[in-house]
């Protein structure tokens, strides 16, 4: 069996590839391109498990985003293992300044991501 703890592995890759494919560059934000050094954290996380994944199940991981509020937005994330969901999260992130101060989410960069 996958340890739990794991999961939370699962899915932050599951997020850092999903905002990569939208067009998100971390790396950009973090530079200071927007005019101040940007971050994505964390704030919340809910974890719900269903059933166990076992080393070598081939899991796939679906991500999106379900609502913007200021500086943060939520996600939901699924792990499957074929037609079989295994764990689904709630996820809450939030944009921050290097001194940790909250930032309002560039809309345009989310407005065609959100369902």
């Given at each position: 069996?996958?340890?739990?703890?794991?999961?939370?592995?699962?899915?932050?890759?599951?997020?850092?590839?999903?905002?990569?494919?939208?067009?998100?560059?971390?790396?950009?934000?973090?530079?200071?391109?927007?005019?101040?050094?940007?971050?994505f954290v964390v704030r919340h996380i809910e974890i719900n498990f269903s059933r166990s994944a076992h080393i070598d199940n081939l899991l796939t991981i679906k991500t999106r985003i379900s609502r913007?509020?200021?500086?943060?937005?939520?996600?939901?994330?699924?792990?499957?293992?074929?037609?079989?969901?295994?764990?689904?999260?709630?996820?809450?992130?939030?944009?921050?300044?290097?001194?940790?101060?909250?930032?309002?989410?560039?809309?345009?960069?989310?407005?065609?991501?959100?369902?």
């Amino acid at each position: 069996m996958v340890y739990h703890a794991r999961y939370l592995e699962f899915f932050e890759r599951g997020r850092s590839e999903f905002l990569r494919d939208t067009g998100f560059n971390n790396k950009l934000l973090a530079s200071g391109i927007e005019g101040e050094k940007l971050f994505f954290v964390v704030r919340h996380i809910e974890i719900n498990f269903s059933r166990s994944a076992h080393i070598d199940n081939l899991l796939t991981i679906k991500t999106r985003i379900s609502r913007l509020q200021g500086a943060r937005f939520f996600m939901e994330q699924y792990i499957l293992r074929g037609d079989h969901m295994l764990v689904t999260a709630k996820v809450e992130i939030a944009l921050i300044n290097e001194e940790g101060k909250p930032r309002r989410l560039p809309k345009e960069l989310f407005s065609t991501i959100v369902v």
